[in-house]
């Protein structure tokens, strides 16, 4: 037996030496489900199977460059760097530029990021005269999105009557023209945009048989990872390549289906054994990760689903804390008893603020943690922000790239035509694009043959877009034969962008050199990477930039090597893990979103959803809600969330609840009454009181509270404290030294306060 099975336990050994036919992983939350991929890839490789023969397909580049790692240190580098290893996108790219000429478009095709699509749909929604309120390119964008990934094509989208009505309904009948337009800009620019990948290769193997039968006698063995996660479009791909070997390995957790929103479909991995009736099933059920409390509570909420694969995860490790429960009165407040618990778990575990992380259903929750983290000076790093590769400079330099690399690319040359600044205008642009039209050319055709035939652009103008061309026709040597970080630099330079930007000397002037430099020293990182993976010709900027064009958001999840508070969505937390979770805006309506509607299948996601953020935590789960959270302004009554009803008691610590809480059952439809019980905290705005009916005081002054004097130095987080002039309220933070000590406080007429305690001369309230 290779030595390497040693690693494995029996089922994880079974899953990895089963290597025939069609198979599906079953893989819990922590139960090592990479391990059993890599290691099931060396075994193949170990039994003479050659690595081009073995396509292995993951849904970040993180993912699989961490495999290839793996995978290496069993078997050797130059072994497994010839393997077909990547995400569906690149992998799927790498086949069309071998083949693009078949499907009409250049070998050097780019490839649109968001961004790129929705300038250009903005710019086909203005020319078409919509009302851009209506038609926002975001939500055009994603409807043209969910249909490539089912495989409507422009011409199936506007002969489906369904389809059309839905739009015509939405008030948005226009959308199947504006896919149309895209569509055919795209294919002049020959340009793809992310989903354009899975649609054409779907398209390749449907109209050219010869290459489909290539490639499933190339690959013998395939292997998806997060099989869950796939959409119809790379199912079928999967499908069609595996018909002829079988030797097809599915890896994944239905409990973890969060993707629907991106078109993902469950159906996927749970009618695997339809698809593949002599399929082989392993169960990968022991969870390596996480306490017998955390495995256990998770269990007892997505039993509650009714699409699932039946398993049943466990762990073997401690048993654990309890999952801790913060009621809070107001969202303010649960900030601040949030970054209190951090705070107290720090100095008590002595853990790194790194190992602890805040996730939240919606981006929008993250405001008030950046700011009470700020104020007790707890670092964090909050995930989904700007990402690098979106800043103004960076796009910039990039599309000098793209154009260089493929002068049909308009979205690239309207970018940079005039930056740096050169003169060229926004009405020059406006008849350049007539004048393109009007030929069925792409911009830079068409200023190729300015000056053939009369046109609206002359003498100066006409000068000015053609130096344009001339230099980046310079540059377009330098991109397919130079080394990838001298033809960068040359181009930054000689196009004028580090003169530009070195003229500003602003901060935000300085921040964006720093990030031009970041970016060539990117290229420079990128070309030592490919060479120590066995890349022997030149790595040029045709393969920096595919790679840069397949980057996705969860590659962005990478915990860095900075000590702070990880603070996300739930949804950009799949896949990592920390020592401490707090799980925060545990509402109804808020988590599980309003959005949903409360369908059978929304609810089912949302509790997948709630599944993947407590099985993130390897050592204590918290979770917070607020009674009143603010929408629109106004305070507004909160029911805590029905998932936290659904985990077993006996996983709770109650404490975060009054004893006479009590919650009502969840109907079909989701609906579900909740009732706070008689015991009321005498905390929060004055304006939510009034509004549940709790109390009416005539002003911040109240002359029935029972107080006694106390010292400053005696005052403490969490007391309930009078101020004469504030009325009640609760003190939430304390800093500095004694004698300049202050206390945030969060009063019930006026809101927060901070207060210098020697001059403040706070009460503490008794019963």
């Not at 926002?136 to 009505?165: E, Q």
């Not at 390995?249 to 009618?271: H, M, P, T, W």
């Not at 801790?324 to 970054?339: C, N, P, R, S, W």
């Not at 001369?761 to 008794?766: A, E, F, I, R």
Request: charged share 25%.
């Amino acid at each position: 037996m290779q030595e390497y099975l040693n690693d494995l336990s029996g089922v994880q050994r079974e899953a990895v030496t089963n290597t025939q036919g069609p198979s599906l992983v079953i893989a819990s939350a922590g139960s090592g489900k990479t391990r059993v991929l890599t290691y099931r890839i060396a075994h193949l490789l170990t039994l003479g199977v050659k690595p081009w023969n073995i396509l292995a397909l993951t849904f970040t580049n993180k993912a699989a460059r961490e495999m290839k790692e793996r995978i290496a240190r069993i078997v050797g580098s130059e072994t497994a760097s010839k393997l077909w290893m990547g995400t569906f996108h690149s992998v799927f790219a790498r086949i069309l530029r071998k083949e693009a000429e078949l499907l009409g478009y250049s070998p050097t095709f780019t490839i649109y990021d968001t961004t790129d699509s929705r300038n250009l749909i903005s710019q086909i929604v203005k020319e078409l005269n919509l009302d851009k309120q209506v038609y926002k390119p975001s939500d055009i964008h994603s409807r043209i999105s969910m249909a490539k990934n089912n495989l409507v094509t422009p011409v199936a989208y506007a002969s489906n009557s369904a389809i059309v009505t839905q739009d015509v309904k939405a008030r948005k009948g226009e959308v199947g023209k504006i896919y149309s337009l895209y569509a055919q800009r795209c294919y002049k620019s020959s340009v793809m945009d992310f989903d354009d990948l899975l649609l054409n290769t779907n398209v390749l193997f449907r109209d050219f048989p010869d290459v489909l039968e290539r490639y499933q006698k190339k690959f013998q063995y395939i292997l998806v990872d997060e099989y869950q996660d796939t959409n119809y479009a790379q199912y079928l791909i999967v499908r069609k390549l595996a018909e002829l070997h079988r030797n097809v390995c599915v890896v994944g957790d239905d409990a973890q289906s969060i993707y629907s929103f991106r078109g993902a479909k469950i159906e996927n991995i749970l009618n695997f054994r339809n698809d593949y009736k002599d399929y082989k099933l392993f169960k990968l059920e022991q969870n390596y990760r996480s306490t017998q409390t955390i495995v256990n509570a998770a269990n007892s909420v997505i039993a509650k689903n009714t699409k699932q694969l039946q398993k049943e995860a466990f762990s073997a490790g401690d048993v654990g804390d309890k999952i801790k429960l913060i009621k809070a009165y107001t969202d303010q407040e649960e900030g601040f008893l949030v970054a209190a618990e951090i705070a107290s778990v720090v100095q008590q575990s002595h853990c790194n603020y790194s190992d602890i992380a805040i996730l939240y259903r919606t981006n929008a929750q993250s405001r008030i943690f950046e700011e009470t983290l700020r104020k007790r000076n707890i670092p964090y790093r909050i995930y989904g922000g700007m990402s690098f590769y979106q800043r103004k400079e960076i796009k910039d330099l990039l599309a000098y790239f793209r154009l260089a690399v493929n002068p049909s690319d308009d979205e690239a040359l309207n970018r940079i035509v005039n930056y740096p600044a050169r003169g060229i205008g926004k009405t020059t642009m406006e008849y350049l694009s007539e004048f393109a039209e009007s030929k069925g050319v792409n911009l830079w055709v068409a200023i190729e043959n300015l000056g053939s035939e009369p046109t609206s652009i002359k003498g100066p103008a006409e000068r000015k877009l053609k130096d344009f061309i001339k230099t980046v026709s310079n540059f377009r040597a330098l991109v397919f034969n130079t080394d990838a970080y001298e033809a960068a630099y040359s181009i930054a330079k000689d196009a004028g962008i580090l003169n530009d930007l070195k003229t500003d000397t602003s901060p935000e002037g300085i921040s964006r050199m720093q990030n031009v430099e970041e970016l060539i020293n990117s290229i420079k990182e990128f070309i030592e990477n490919q060479k120590s993976e066995g890349v022997e010709e030149t790595v040029t900027l045709v393969d920096y930039l595919e790679n840069v064009a397949l980057l996705t958001d969860m590659d962005a999840n990478d915990k860095d090597d900075a000590n702070r508070v990880n603070v996300m969505t739930v949804h950009s937390s799949k896949g990592l893990e920390f020592d401490y979770v707090f799980l925060t805006g545990m509402e109804d309506n808020l988590f599980p979103s309003s959005m949903t509607n409360y369908s059978l299948d929304d609810l089912e996601e949302e509790r997948r959803l709630f599944y993947v953020a407590i099985t993130r935590a390897a050592r204590r789960v918290t979770l917070s809600f607020a009674q009143t959270r603010y929408k629109w302004g106004t305070p507004t009554n909160a029911n805590p969330s029905r998932f936290i009803k659904e985990i077993d008691p006996r996983f709770i610590d109650g404490s975060g609840l009054s004893d006479s809480n009590s919650y009502g059952s969840a109907d079909p439809r989701g609906t579900m009454q909740m009732q706070y019980g008689t015991k009321q905290r005498q905390f929060g705005t004055l304006q939510a009181q009034q509004h549940m009916g709790r109390v009416q005081p005539s002003s911040a002054q109240n002359t029935n509270v029972k107080t006694e004097n106390i010292a400053p130095d005696s005052i403490s987080e969490g007391m309930l404290v009078y101020h004469n002039k504030f009325g009640v309220g609760k003190v939430v933070n304390l800093e500095g030294d004694d004698a300049n000590k202050k206390a945030v406080v969060l009063f019930d007429a006026v809101g927060q306060k901070n207060l210098l305690l020697k001059f403040a001369n706070l009460k503490q309230v008794v019963d």
